[in-house]
Structure formats: structure tokens, C-alpha cells
């Protein structure tokens, strides 16, 4: 049986994590992680951006390389939840970014792996 690895993003929470003038412009800071996963050599099958609310409309839904991106309808969380609890019921290895505590709670309990946004950053670098 072959494992796919599955590494879920936390969009919101991984451009939030610094403080670079992202609130100024949510769109251009979506865009601009994306760009960033999109040209990593990350050591996944699949990379899921998940964009919530105005981050939205800086990348479209759908497919670039190994990158998908998804829209959260509302807040995030659920999504990203959704997301992993797929992921890991397909066998998947799962990771997701993220420093929400709650949700990290949650993506466990389902089996998932949990890694912060400097993990992720420090790849981008």
C-alpha cells in the first residue's frame, strides 16, 4: 500500500504569524504564501491552502502543481478540519500548519499531524 503524504496550510493562521503588513492587504499575502508553496520542494504529494475570507480573492480555487487551493465558506477551521478528517480516512500521512490550539486539538484527535508556521516559513525561506 503506498501512503500518500498530505500537508494542510492554515492560511490565516501561517500569514498572521508575522507581522509584516499583511492586514493591509489580505489578497496580496495569500497570493504571496502561494507563490511560496507552489515553488517549494516540500516532501508532500499535496499541499492544501486553505484561504478564508478576504485572502479569498488573492488565489482562485483549484489546482497548481502539487498546490490546491480551497475556499473556507466562513471561518476556516471547519474547513481545514473537513480537509484533514478526509486526508486521514483515505490513509493519508496528514499534517497541517497551523498555531490555532483548538483546531491543532481537534487534527489530532483525528490522527492528523500538527507542525507550526515557523516550520512551514523556514521551508519557504
Known amino acids: 500500500m503506498t501512503v500518500v503524504a498530505t500537508l494542510i496550510v492554515d492560511g490565516a493562521n501561517v ?4 507581522p509584516d503588513g499583511w492586514w493591509r492587504d489580505r489578497p496580496g499575502a495569500a497570493a ?3 507563490r511560496g508553496l507552489v515553488a517549494a520542494d516540500l516532501a508532500y504529494a ?3 491552502l486553505v484561504l ?3 485572502a479569498r480573492a488573492g488565489v482562485p480555487e483549484g489546482r497548481e502543481g502539487s498546490v490546491r487551493t480551497v475556499h473556507a465558506p466562513g471561518e476556516g477551521d471547519a474547513t481545514i478540519a473537513d480537509v ?8 493519508e500521512a496528514t499534517a497541517v500548519v497551523t ?14 499531524e500538527v507542525m507550526g508556521p515557523g516550520w512551514l ?4 525561506a
Open 15 to 18: 500569514v498572521g504569524s508575522r
Open 84 to 91: 484533514a478528517r478526509s486526508a486521514v480516512s483515505a490513509n
Open 99 to 112: 498555531a490555532d490550539r483548538a483546531l491543532a486539538a481537534t487534527v489530532r484527535a483525528g490522527g492528523a
Open 52 to 54: 478564508e475570507g478576504k
Open 121 to 124: 516559513l523556514d521551508q519557504l
Open 32 to 34: 504571496r504564501l502561494h
Open 46 to 48: 499535496e499541499v492544501v
